[in-house]
């Protein structure tokens, strides 16, 4: 299998998912703008989000995929059938208990994740939009459970277009549900119900034609019996440790929120919004390559392909350098012209946009190594080494949230930004450290000559984000908005032009980036 091939495919739908998620967070600030219902509802769809990282992409997803893999280099397909079908039982179950509780806890959740709101009038809304959305980390996690299968498979289409369908419930619900409630933002939540529902029915037919549609038990006898499973009792092994690390980095959200929750009205929301913009590449780039390798490397950690493990890990290193830096480049220097482009109609005004910049250019410092991360995590999780990922985690939640009492009462909301993208960085290094001294790292892979001609492409592209951020006035442009989106457009393709020539000038090719995984 070509790797890169297979990254540009869910590239591809990933850059569907974000085209309609940045329409959704438009239609949103068009409709909402920044204000105290749209902190309530970033508020508690964060909750659900907090939870499917935990369930679903983080522990979950880090201690299920290298064991499937495992199982089936070794047990062939009806051993891994018996497996999937013992673990969606007992998750199937953990997400029943966890979705009731959600709904009961509802009150004491918000106030530890947002105890500001209560001195606004958002909380009762916060409180009531918990409540509608707390489901989706059930339906989600199944989701990420069939994603997780399909990946193990090679059949990375279905689980990349899934998101869409969240997003286009999305703006459904806001664009014509939301006239019918009393209160409109209460339409967000029915449309996060309904994206969960069409994203877990759009698996069950490619689970169906590989054959490895879960048959979950609902008797006593069946739920004991997934527990007895050894690959079931392994995963729940690696869990534990797993758990404990997305926790830490989900403690660390949790903190930034109630913290933005006591600053001006709308920080959460500036945050989110610039979260979107951010999230465009890491996802595009981060996940997808991500997505394609840890499949891979379980598959050589079970063969014990140490020299196809390192390669694997130095290609994707060297993919996310090309991609992500000028993607970086972008959220620091060009960042007011996206966000006013995106953002600023209706009820979202010029200081949003300028809110909204200030975190952007936060986030533009660390985009690497939150994309990073996702590189060189996998090269652990495949290893089933969960414990290093942790001890790391911990130690960069400790930094972060130390950053936050140097960098809030100086930057407001856009220091909870810049501390996450430094903690990223230091979090990606200390990572990296780690595979370096196991020798888990190509020798004589060429960097600082790979850098050198990087740098010389990075100078070029900064130099034109540069000057098309001062070319315009892009909020006066608001009156002319078909005029600012083509030069949006312009900028961005001058820009991108520009940077591919240079790479090709210091002798940058395609093919060397095309990497064939067995």
Not at 35 to 59: C, H, K, M
Not at 317 to 324: D, P, Q, S
Request: glycine residues 8%; positive net charge; hydrophobic residues 55%.
């Amino acid at each position: 299998m070509n790797l890169l091939s297979a990254a540009a495919k869910i590239s591809s739908f990933t850059m569907l998912s974000r085209i309609t998620g940045l329409l959704r967070e438009t239609l949103i600030a068009r409709t909402y703008g920044a204000s105290e219902w749209t902190d309530a509802f970033n508020v508690a769809f964060r909750i659900p989000n907090l939870l499917r990282r935990l369930f679903a992409e983080g522990a979950f997803s880090q201690a299920f995929v290298p064991v499937l893999s495992e199982t089936n280099t070794k047990e062939g397909q009806e051993g891994t059938s018996l497996m999937v079908s013992a673990i969606a039982t007992l998750l199937f179950w953990a997400l029943v208990a966890t979705v009731l509780l959600g709904v009961i806890g509802a009150p004491w959740i918000i106030f530890l994740v947002a105890s500001g709101l209560r001195e606004t009038g958002a909380h009762e809304a916060s409180l009531t939009l918990t409540r509608i959305m707390f489901p989706y980390i059930g339906l989600i996690s199944m989701v990420s459970l069939s994603a997780g299968i399909l990946n193990t498979y090679k059949k990375f289409a279905v689980p990349a277009f899934t998101p869409v369908l969240l997003n286009l419930s999305m703006i459904f619900s806001s664009w014509l549900l939301s006239p019918h409630f009393e209160t409109p933002i209460y339409a967000l939540g029915v449309g996060v119900i309904l994206g969960g529902i069409t994203q877990l029915a759009i698996q069950i037919p490619a689970l169906k034609k590989i054959g490895m549609l879960p048959s979950i038990g609902l008797s006593f006898s069946k739920i004991q019996s997934a527990w007895d499973h050894p690959g079931a009792k392994k995963v729940l092994r690696l869990m534990l440790p797993a758990l404990f690390g997305v926790s830490v980095a989900q403690l660390s959200l949790i903190i930034n929120t109630n913290i933005a929750s006591h600053l001006a009205v709308g920080s959460v929301s500036w945050l989110s919004y610039a979260d979107r913009l951010m999230e465009f590449p890491t996802a595009l780039l981060g996940v997808a390559i991500g997505t394609v390798l840890l499949p891979s490397l379980s598959k050589a950690n079970a063969l014990e392909d140490k020299t196809q493990m390192t390669q694997l890990v130095d290609w994707g290193l060297k993919l996310t350098f090309v991609l992500a830096a000028p993607a970086a480049l972008a959220l620091f220097i060009f960042g007011q012209p996206l966000a006013a482009v995106l953002y600023h109609y209706g009820q979202f005004t010029a200081v949003d946009v300028t809110m909204t910049q200030h975190a952007l250019a936060a986030y533009g410092v660390g985009l690497i190594g939150l994309i990073m991360i996702k590189i060189l995590a996998p090269a652990y999780y495949s290893r089933q080494d969960i414990k290093t990922p942790v001890k790391i985690a911990i130690t960069v939640l400790v930094l972060t949230q130390l950053a936050n009492i140097v960098l809030v009462p100086w930057l407001n909301h856009a220091g909870l930004a810049l501390s996450i993208g430094l903690g990223a960085c230091l979090n990606a290094y200390l990572l990296w450290r780690g595979l370096h001294k196991q020798g888990l790292l190509a020798k004589n892979a060429g960097w600082l000559k790979f850098l050198f001609k990087l740098s010389i492409a990075l100078v070029a592209i900064g130099v034109v984000f540069y000057y098309g951020a001062l070319q315009h006035d892009w909020l006066e442009l608001k009156n002319t908005p078909f005029i600012r989106i083509a030069w949006l457009g312009l900028w961005l393709a001058l820009a991108g032009g520009v940077y591919l020539g240079t790479l090709w000038l210091t002798g940058f090719r395609v093919k060397d980036f095309l990497y064939k995984a067995t």
